[in-house]
């Protein structure tokens, strides 16, 4: 930050010599500070549209899908660098003809297995989702009773957060069965993940809207990595003051 500069007090103190002179001074003195102050705030908010556009982004989790990895409340940060350099999808809300918005402009980051990535919802374009990637490109990826099955295997899958009991599991909704379907709507296999494509799920498997139900998300799309909380208010809680200390610092990268 530019460092603290004279007040326009002292600055007409130090030109002090006549009326007109004070005057004169004064006034020039008052222009070049209110200029100074003027270029510093306006340098300050560049470097941080930047930041946020191309580096670092504050994020608040406002629901439960991804329990009990992220909490609602927790405020948490996003590595937009993580998997490349993107465009943002719109500059102050508008899309300028000829840029290319919403596109990676340059790749070198791998987008790995239980990375929790932000990305823009396939469908509600308008909307950031916050969720874990299940399945890269090429992936064959099933859901049965519930549980992840990977390229034919149960998946080992230590942060999914299960609550329905087997016995309540059904086999005709997506929350507990999902596959590749046949015309009679019947699972016949897994589904296949496409080139640029991801499946994605929440952490709390049974009270997420994920690619179970709106399909695979776009890399495209991936705005970048969470890497860790750094702050966390608990709105449910009735103290004077719910603040979560416990969960300041909590790394997202594991």
């Given at each position: 930050m530019t460092p603290p500069l004279d007040s326009p007090e002292h600055a007409l103190e130090s030109t002090e010599q006549s009326s007109?002179?004070?005057l004169k001074a004064g006034t020039g003195s008052t222009k070049s500070v209110a200029r100074e102050y003027l270029e510093a705030v306006v340098i300050a908010l560049g470097l941080a549209l930047i930041v946020r556009t191309f580096f670092i982004q504050a994020?608040?989790?406002p629901s439960g899908s991804m329990e009990p990895t992220l909490l609602i409340g927790d405020h948490i940060l996003v590595s937009k660098m993580a998997y490349g350099l993107r465009m943002p999808d719109s500059i102050f809300g508008l899309e300028p003809h000829g840029l290319s918005l919403g596109r990676y402009l340059l790749r070198y980051g791998e987008i790995h297995r239980g990375d929790v990535i932000v990305f823009v919802h396939p469908?509600?374009?308008d909307k950031d989702l916050i969720k874990r990637v299940i399945g890269l490109p090429g992936d064959k990826v099933e859901i049965k009773n519930g549980r992840v099955w990977?390229?034919?295997a149960p998946m080992i899958d230590p942060h999914a957060h299960l609550e329905v009991p087997d016995?309540?599991?059904?086999q005709?909704?997506?929350r507990d069965n999902y596959g590749f379907t046949d015309g009679s709507g019947a699972i016949v296999g897994p589904v296949v993940v496409p080139p640029g494509r991801l499946f994605v799920m929440g952490d709390n498997r049974d009270r997420s809207d994920d690619s179970r139900?709106?399909?695979f998300a776009n890399q495209d799309d991936v705005e970048g990595r969470a890497l860790a909380i750094y702050w966390s208010w608990d709105s449910d809680d009735a103290g004077l003051l719910p603040i979560?200390?416990?969960r300041f610092g909590k790394s997202l990268l594991n």
């Open positions: 007109d002179a004070t994020y608040m989790i469908v509600e374009r990977l390229n034919g016995s309540d599991r059904l005709s909704i997506p139900y709106w399909g979560r200390w416990s």
